[in-house]
């Protein structure tokens, strides 16, 4: 049985296992001294993308069938130039560009975010930062957070089918309204890449990143999809102000590009989530030295009310 077998076929498993493993190789593992701890995040970060690289290698060969070739980083390239190198080597300085741009606009938006409010609240109970950020993996592998790239990606790859005229502004709001009335795609009434809890005028990351989308759409001979892909944007927006009836408007947030420029780079949805966490393991380990270096040291420890009525015991005899 191979490491794939053994971690679900998922790589967010393999990365979050690589992680817990690293403690044992680490001769002061639960040291939490700032010189320390800094010396434990600029080792994560730098082999977080080697992890991701060869465990997708291994994934597509134990998977699909194909060659296995391992490729040693080279040490004179940058952290996403490097990626895409020990990946696949075909790419463009343009595509190191860009993943580049995105690792830095991943890395981190705040802080209120549920990873890496996952590994604040791990860190404060004085685990050691590998359990913390394995913890911090375990949070972004859920759909609800670090899944989006790829909702938006399949949602516009169904998109592209079943609109007929992408250029037809009344058939793309038709099938909108249907998508938020629950009665088209997937049925859930959402429509990805559209609003963010935080940014509601516009959110930034996704201002920047779809410039250099129309750049790469550009070199890869794509533009009447990057088109169409705005063109969505545009009329979703409108159309989720029509479907609830006011004048607040909603912004795509940085979802709504980051699949399609994946997709363009050549990047397999395999590892949509796996770019993620090699992007916020900087703001993870930030976060981690701020949470032990900058505060009393208590433990973040939330509160629940109840807000049932009082209820009657009922024997279990009589249940």
């Not at 040490?75 to 990946?87: G, Q, S, T, V």
């Not at 509160?303 to 009589?318: C, G, H, R, W």
Request: charged residues 25%; contains cysteine.
């Amino acid at each position: 049985m191979n490491i794939i077998d053994l971690e679900g076929r998922n790589i967010m498993n393999i990365l979050a296992r690589s992680v817990l493993e690293m403690y044992n190789f680490d001769e002061n593992p639960d040291d939490v001294s700032p010189n320390n701890l800094m010396r434990q995040s600029i080792e994560l970060i730098s082999k977080f993308p080697a992890i991701v690289a060869y465990a997708y290698n291994i994934y597509r060969h134990s998977t699909h069938g194909r060659s296995l070739h391992i490729r040693h980083p080279n040490e004179k390239l940058a952290i996403a130039e490097n990626f895409l190198y020990m990946l696949k080597k075909d790419y463009t300085p343009l595509d190191a560009r860009t993943l580049d741009l995105l690792l830095v606009l991943q890395a981190e938006h705040g802080g209120g975010n549920n990873s890496t409010f996952t590994v604040r609240v791990t860190s404060s109970s004085g685990t050691d930062t590998y359990s913390s950020i394995a913890a911090g993996i375990g949070s972004l592998k859920g759909p609800l957070h670090g899944g989006a790239n790829i909702q938006v990606a399949d949602m516009f790859n169904h998109l592209k089918k079943r609109i007929k005229n992408w250029t037809d502004m009344a058939e793309i709001d038709s099938y909108f309204m249907r998508m938020l009335n629950k009665e088209a795609y997937n049925k859930t009434g959402l429509i990805y890449g559209i609003g963010h809890a935080v940014y509601t005028i516009s959110d930034p990351r996704a201002v920047l990143l779809k410039e250099l989308a129309r750049d790469l759409a550009k070199e890869k001979s794509r533009e009447k999809e990057f088109a169409f892909l705005e063109l969505l944007e545009e009329r979703a927006i409108e159309c989720f102000a029509n479907f609830k009836g006011t004048q607040k408007r909603v912004s795509s947030n940085v979802d709504f590009y980051s699949g399609f420029v994946y997709e363009m780079i050549g990047l397999p949805q395999e590892i949509y989530t796996p770019l993620f966490a090699m992007a916020r393991i900087v703001g993870w380990t930030a976060h981690r030295i701020e949470e032990l270096t900058s505060r009393s040291k208590r433990i973040i420890r939330p509160a629940y009310k109840n807000i049932l009525d009082e209820q009657t015991y009922i024997p279990l005899t009589e249940r």
